[in-house]
């Protein structure tokens, strides 16, 4: 069984910086996609930023520029460093392994940006 463990989330002023990192362990059949979404109570969970297994990513219009998604295939971990933070990027942040037959998600971790 693949279990995903994320830690790095918090409080931070708006402007701020957060980095969320996220390590898997289990038998992950390659290729896989590792991402990270956000969930805001009552909201859906979104997709913010994904990077495939050739090392391409990709993000989510509200994030671009300001986030940032990187992985280490060898430690199978994935993280997301977060730059010029703001209000609404408030969630609970999930870490996401997607095998494409099956996937697998973390507990979740808590950023909320407030002064």
């Known amino acids: 069984q693949v279990q995903l463990v994320e830690s790095g989330g918090g409080l931070v002023q708006p402007g701020g910086s957060l980095t969320l990192s996220c390590v898997a362990s289990?038998?992950?059949?390659?290729?896989?996609?590792m991402a990270w979404y956000r969930q805001v109570p009552g909201l859906q969970r979104e997709l913010v930023a994904v990077?495939?297994?050739?090392?391409?990513?990709d993000y989510s219009e509200s994030v671009k520029s300001r986030f940032t998604i990187d992985r280490d295939v060898a430690k199978k971990t994935v993280s997301l460093q977060m730059t010029d933070l703001k209000p609404e990027d408030t969630a609970v942040y999930y870490c996401?392994?997607?095998?494409?037959?099956?996937?697998?998600w973390g507990q979740g971790t808590q950023v909320t940006v407030s002064s």
């Open positions: 996401n392994v997607d095998e494409g037959w099956r996937y697998f």
């Open positions: 289990g038998n992950i059949s390659s290729p896989y996609t």
């Open positions: 990077v495939y297994s050739g090392g391409r990513a």
